[in-house]
């Protein structure tokens, strides 16, 4: 074919033809957010993650509240792959959910980007003292409030009792005894060993860290381990900078870099974790730790493993106990043509009544230290740990308008980390990757 | 005569009708603009601005995107990746494809039977087999790494450790588009006169030699076609490595398509992605060119 | 390229491959052996999807580490992936959503294909090759280079998270037209004449001399675009917002969540949507070969 000339030439005409047409009237402004107040609706709609617990506890806790104003919540799910992506593009979508349910460290982006409603109006200063300390700084945006706390989550280390009681190890109970890293390295180690020999082939390990999906733990549980190796305050401690725009200097300490190899040697060295991305190890009793939030643990476990004999022990630690806690919040898009009910709405959700409902169905730890006295299912054995873990060790997620880029590309070092890339090079490239997204917040920091 | 003569050339054929054409082909070329050449332009111009984390556009920037992008080690990586990925796809491929095609030509049950095995994955929906490669190449559960520790190799982490992931991802993308190249050339091969065939059988060459010599080369256009399917194939891989890896681990297996994905989509940062478009689609032009003019068919017959 | 063999047989008729290739291959006939290894390389993966949604996800887990036969063979097979998969909040409006915009999409390419190849392939007018290579010229480019901006021409459309936006963008598909426009060209115009001569137009023409002779070629067409729809991914991902309008395949991998990898799920709800792409293939794959060696190299 000789016609490659004239296609290229056609291309290219085709293309400029295509640029004159798209400069022209090609970006047309999202339009702008109409005002909250409406006539009163027959429904709300509302955005909610896949996670039925909490669909069922939010739809509980909704119920006095619609019996009373006539309206009803209607939920519909968000894939989790979707679920930040979504909520970003609120503002241009002509249609919004009146209320979301949103990731508590990323409300400071979502707020910067103004993208959803401040609800100071429809909250007390008591509320606000009640909620626990861990779940409000992320929603704090120049002093405006973008929205409550569903429940507090917590971290602790679930074990498998009958394994633990095989080779005669108990686990302490108390925040005060809680083991170190070094510590449980070396009980995991023997138990592996001794279990692995048993059983006669490699199909167990020591522990399996986080929820699942990120080797490594991710930003919610593996930079527990990180942060930890800080003393209080520190750099190491903070992880970021306090204007939320910073890594360089806070995630590269010389007691990170000790963090991230202590992280491989777990992956790698000492081969104590599968790379498998699920918990299914645990339920089927060849894994003897799991580092997790109450809530997967204390619902997959009941689900999956229900004769299983389970105890908790506190979090690890090097230097500084330390576990980051938030969990899901309720938002009120800007746009939504009901946002003034919607707010209404969700201040009724987290109120002292409802809120314990909430919390409850979710076996997860309430929002108000009020309530957390009254709770009983907290003081359980299975619950204790965490709900104390969550009043005395419990420190919000970095708090960045940048949290998604942030959680993107601090998540994928710390998985490249364990599964044995170089630590320094990979270190480095991952923080000035994440001040250059950082970088482009600037003019939205608080 | 006369007279059908001149009423033939009274009757206006509908085959000369421009109206015709206009008619028939409007839809069409209304849709391939909007659709194909206007996001051409939209690139362009969407390249040359700055954009907010909201996905606003924020400033004209001019050329700066390009000069970000293309002193952007991530980004010549990542297109050093595609190249090479390409590079190593499009020849196991073709042979795969070749070779599939020649051992299943003759007429049996059983080949008709194995034509169609080879061709199901090509069919299957693509993040389908991203998902049956993650569980097969699973470290503790899947099978690859069964049959390793049975034979005492010991376990691979394939999908964690940089070479073996890019080898996953190019196995998986050769064996599932292998069923493509092969109907390629199982076409090109009934193509092919039975007299050529029979003059190569009386001339006494033995299989191979004749297979080199006269029928790969009457399968020109085959090789062709199928080059430049595989290339562009290639170039947009996506589904699986998101499946995958994610571009990981370590940036091993950020191929452009991915690496732009997340620019746009990730980072909502829409300057740099249009900009590397615009670099990427330039870049796919040159080399499907240059495959078409370098494996022109010289065989007319 | 013309074939030099018998002129072009109406459809229905073309010899398959089998009678036509005696000779230069027959040394291939004892290669079983490798013919076998083809079976297990190409066949054993879809072989164990289909044996992993047949086992509990414990069990997964539990023998999956080794040689377990359990690992080939699921005993007890269970088919509670199966209806879990099926209970999936969205699961069943996708695959409805994958199967209409899979009839409408291939249906309206074709159409659109055949009327843009008609003028292309019988009608001589100005700027016909112009016309031409500017629409083949879109084919040589790879979609996902050009993802944002296409995407950004759907929004600024207002189509997101719409079916139209899944459909039109693709709905002109150059391969198409290139393929019916060979189809088209191939079938002798006596046969237009023959029409024209009895005062038919063009809608006659299309209707009785064109269309008979091109089946083959217009179901390789469908057929490839039904392919192509349920095979689309990065398309649906980045433009449908909402679960219950989004495609079955994007819908799967959505499944893989934070808490965990539900394989058994996973491959069941795979398995149901392989299948419509896979029955429908088997059923008109006879057509498929032929249009595509009729489509040919040309």
Not at chain 1, 26 to 37: E, N, Y
Not at chain 1, 308 to 314: E, F, H, L, S
Not at chain 3, 185 to 191: G, I, K
Not at chain 3, 270 to 286: E, H, K, W, Y
């Amino acid at each position: 074919m000789s016609t490659s000339l004239t296609r290229r030439s056609l291309l290219v005409r085709g293309g400029l033809l295509g640029l004159a047409a798209a400069a022209g009237p090609s970006l047309i402004a999202a339009c702008s957010s109409s005002p909250a107040s409406s006539a009163k609706p027959a429904t709300l709609s509302g955005l909610w993650v896949p996670y039925d617990p909490l669909i069922d506890a939010s739809k509980a806790a909704a119920t006095s509240w619609g019996a009373a104003n006539g309206i009803q919540l209607n939920i519909a799910t968000v894939p989790w792959a979707d679920w930040d992506r979504t909520v970003r593009a609120f503002p241009q979508q002509p249609t919004v959910p009146d209320v979301a349910i949103v990731d508590g460290p990323a409300l400071l982006g979502y707020a910067a980007n103004d993208i959803l409603l401040p609800l100071d109006r429809y909250f007390k200063p008591q509320d606000m003292q009640d909620f626990l300390p861990g779940t409000t700084p992320s929603a704090m945006r120049k002093g405006s409030f973008y929205g409550p706390a569903t429940n507090e989550s917590s971290q602790a280390l679930a074990y498998n009792k009958d394994l633990l009681d095989k080779y005669g190890i108990t686990p302490p109970t108390e925040l005060s005894k809680a083991w170190t890293w070094p510590q449980l390295r070396e009980i995991m180690i023997d138990i592996q060993k001794r279990e692995r020999a048993a059983r006669g082939n490699d199909q167990f390990w020591g522990m399996f860290l986080g929820q699942g999906n990120f080797i490594g733990g991710g930003t919610y549980t593996g930079l527990d381990l990180i942060r930890s190796k800080g003393a209080k305050n520190s750099n190491t401690y903070k992880a970021i900078s306090d204007d939320g725009l910073t890594v360089a200097g806070y995630a590269d300490t010389p007691e990170a870099m000790e963090g991230y190899q202590f992280l491989q040697d777990l992956y790698i060295r000492d081969g104590l974790t599968p790379q498998s991305k699920s918990p299914d190890f645990f339920y089927n009793g060849q894994i003897a730790f799991w580092l997790t939030d109450p809530d997967v643990a204390v619902t997959g476990i009941a689900e999956k493993a229900p004769t299983m004999k389970w105890g908790v022990t506190p979090h690890p630690y090097f230097v500084t106990p330390i576990v980051q806690t938030d969990s899901y919040h309720l938002g009120v898009p800007k746009n939504s043509p009901n946002a003034d009910w919607a707010a209404k709405l969700v201040a009724d959700m987290v109120s002292p009544a409802n809120g314990l409902i909430l919390a409850s169905k979710q076996k997860a730890i309430p929002t108000r230290k009020s309530l957390v006295d009254k709770a009983d299912y907290l003081r359980d054995a299975h619950m204790q740990v965490f709900t104390e873990t969550a009043s005395q060790w419990a420190v919000p997620r970095p708090i960045t308008p940048g949290w998604s880029e942030y959680d993107t590309v601090y998540s994928q070092m710390l998985a490249d980390i364990a599964t044995g890339a170089d630590i320094s090079k990979t270190v480095s490239k991952a923080v000035s990757d994440i001040d250059a997204q950082l970088a482009r917040y600037q003019s939205l920091v608080r | 005569m006369t007279t059908t003569a001149t009423r033939r050339r009274r009757i206006r054929s509908p085959l000369d009708s421009y109206r015709n054409a206009v008619f028939l082909l409007a839809p069409t070329v209304a849709l391939i603009f909007l659709y194909k050449y206007v996001p051409i332009g939209q690139a362009i111009w969407a390249s040359l601005n700055a954009f907010s984390v909201a996905g606003n556009p924020l400033a004209f920037v001019g050329l700066d995107n390009f000069v970000h992008v293309l002193t952007d080690v991530s980004f010549l990586h990542s297109l050093m990746l595609t190249v090479i990925f390409a590079a190593v796809k499009i020849p196991l491929q073709l042979a795969l494809g070749l070779g599939a095609a020649l051992l299943l030509y003759q007429s049996s049950a059983f080949n008709s039977f194995l034509r169609v095995v080879i061709v199901i994955p090509a069919i299957t929906p693509i993040a389908i087999i991203g998902i049956i490669f993650l569980f097969l190449f699973d470290r503790e559960v899947g099978l690859t790494n069964a049959f390793l520790t049975a034979f005492g190799v010991g376990r691979v982490s394939w999908l964690t450790t940089p070479a073996t992931a890019q080898a996953v991802v190019a196995v998986a993308s050769i064996w599932r588009d292998a069923g493509f190249t092969m109907l390629i050339y199982l076409a090109g091969l009934t193509a092919i006169p039975t007299q050529v065939r029979e003059a190569a059988r009386i001339d006494g060459a033995n299989g191979w030699q004749s297979t080199r010599r006269i029928i790969l080369p009457m399968l020109q256009r085959s090789t062709q076609l199928a080059t430049v399917t595989t290339t562009i194939a290639a170039f947009q891989f996506f589904a699986p490595i998101f499946v995958l890896t994610r571009g990981g681990p370590q940036d091993a297996t950020d191929v452009a398509a991915y690496h732009i994905y997340e620019q746009a989509f990730v980072f909502y940062d829409q300057g740099t992605a249009n900009a590397m478009s615009v670099i990427l689609v330039s870049l796919i032009v040159v080399i499907t060119t240059v495959e078409l003019y370098v494996l022109r068919s010289r065989w007319e017959y | 390229m013309v074939l030099t063999q018998a002129p072009p047989k109406p459809a229905g008729t073309a010899q398959p491959f089998r009678a036509r290739c005696p000779g230069v291959f027959s040394r291939f006939r004892g290669t079983t052996l490798l013919r076998v290894l083809v079976l297990v390389v190409f066949l054993g993966p879809i072989f164990l999807a289909v044996v992993s949604s047949l086992r509990a996800n414990a069990d997964i887990f539990r023998y999956g580490g080794s040689l377990s036969v359990r690992n080939f063979i699921p005993i007890p097979a269970i088919f509670s992936n199966f209806s879990r998969a099926l209970r999936l909040p969205y699961f069943t409006q996708q695959l409805l959503n994958s199967l209409v915009l899979g009839v409408v999409q291939s249906t309206a390419t074709v159409v659109l294909a055949i009327l843009a190849a008609l003028a292309l392939a019988r009608i001589r007018f100005k700027f016909r090759s112009a016309v031409f290579y500017a629409i083949l010229a879109t084919m040589f480019l790879p979609f996902e280079a050009l993802a944002a901006p296409i995407f950004l021409v759907v929004k600024n459309l207002g189509q997101l998270d719409s079916f139209w936006g899944l459909l039109l963008p693709w709905v002109a598909a150059p391969i198409a037209i290139f393929t019916l426009r060979q189809a088209i060209a191939d079938v002798p115009r006596a046969l237009d004449e023959a029409i024209m001569i009895d005062g038919g137009g063009l809608l006659h023409i299309l209707r009785h001399a064109i269309l008979p002779n091109i089946w083959p070629a217009m179901i390789t067409a469908w057929l490839t675009t039904f392919i192509y729809v349920w095979d689309s991914f990065l398309w649906p991902l980045i433009v449908i917002r909402s679960p219950t309008k989004q495609l079955a395949q994007v819908g799967i991998i959505s499944l893989i969540n934070p808490n965990e990898v539900d394989y058994g799920t996973l491959f069941a709800a795979s398995l149901i949507a392989t299948a419509p792409v896979v029955v429908l293939f088997l059923a008109l794959q006879r057509y498929y070969r032929e249009g595509t060696v009729a489509s040919g190299l040309k």
